[in-house]
C-alpha cells in the first residue's frame, strides 16, 4: 500500500521557536495533502488542505500565518509552526491523496511539546 | 451539533464478547464513509469502507442507514488485539473524524 512519511517523529522546543514538520509520500504522487491536529482524547482536527503548487486552504480557526503549509512538489509537504506556543502542543498527522482516488494515506504523526 | 457523534467510551468487554458501536453524522451531503482504528499515540489507520448494502470483513461487519444519517460497525468474537479506538469517519470534501470510541477487550 500507499507510504507516508512524517518527519520528525517527536520534537520538544521552546516557546517562541519555529518547528518545521514534514510529511513525504513515498511511493506514489500527492496532489493533495491534509493537516490533521489532534489533542489528548480529541478527534483529530483537519487543519488545512493543500494541493501541489497551490496555496493551502485553511479551516475556519486555524492562523494561516502561523501554521505555514508548503506543497511545492507532489511528494512533499511542510508545515511551519511559527512562534509555538504551549497550547500548540499536539499530535499532527499529514495525509496524503492521489489523483486516482480518494482514498488517504496517513503518516505516523508528530508530537509536539512546547515547553 | 458536531458533524459525526459516536458512541461514548470506553467499552469493556471480554474476549469473545460481540460489541457494537454506532455514529450518526449530520452532513446529508456526506460523500463516503468508513471506520478507522487508532492505537493509542499513533496514526490512524483505515478499517474499513461503509457502503449503503452493508459490508464484511471477517469479524467486522459494517453498515449504513443514509436516511438516518446512522452508521455501525459490529465486531463479533472480540480478541485482545482489537482493544483500540474506533473513529467513525465521513467525507464530505475532506475527511471528518468522529472523536471515536474507545474499545478494551480483556481476557
Known amino acids: 500500500g500507499a507510504v507516508v512519511s512524517q518527519h520528525p517523529s517527536w520534537v520538544i522546543c521552546k516557546s517562541g521557536t519555529s518547528v518545521k514538520i514534514e510529511c513525504r509520500s513515498l511511493d506514489f504522487q500527492a496532489t493533495t495533502m491534509f493537516w490533521y491536529r489532534q489533542f489528548p482524547k480529541q478527534s483529530l482536527m483537519l487543519m488545512a488542505t493543500s494541493n501541489e503548487g497551490s496555496k493551502a486552504t485553511y479551516e475556519q480557526g486555524v492562523e494561516k500565518d502561523k501554521f505555514l503549509i508548503n506543497h511545492a512538489s507532489l511528494t512533499l509537504s511542510t508545515l511551519t509552526v511559527t512562534s509555538a506556543h504551549p497550547e500548540d502542543s499536539s499530535f499532527y498527522i499529514c495525509?496524503?491523496?492521489?489523483?486516482?482516488?480518494?482514498?488517504?494515506?496517513f503518516g505516523p504523526g508528530t508530537r509536539l511539546t512546547v515547553t | 451539533r458536531k458533524e459525526v457523534e459516536q458512541d461514548p467510551g470506553p467499552f469493556n468487554v471480554p474476549e469473545g464478547a460481540t460489541v457494537a458501536f454506532n455514529c450518526t453524522y449530520s452532513?446529508?451531503?456526506?460523500?463516503?464513509f468508513f471506520w478507522y482504528r487508532q492505537d493509542c499515540r499513533k496514526e490512524p489507520k483505515l478499517l474499513m469502507s461503509v457502503y449503503s448494502s452493508g459490508n464484511e470483513d471477517g469479524r467486522f461487519t459494517a453498515q449504513l442507514n443514509r436516511a438516518s444519517q446512522y452508521i455501525s460497525l459490529l465486531i463479533r468474537d472480540s480478541k485482545l488485539s482489537d482493544s483500540a479506538t474506533y473513529l467513525c469517519?465521513?467525507?464530505?470534501?475532506?475527511?471528518?473524524f468522529g472523536k471515536g470510541t474507545t474499545l478494551s477487550v480483556s481476557s
Open positions: 469517519v465521513v467525507m464530505v470534501t475532506a475527511l471528518i
Open positions: 495525509s496524503a491523496r492521489g489523483s486516482e482516488t480518494y482514498e488517504q494515506y
Open positions: 452532513n446529508s451531503a456526506s460523500q463516503s
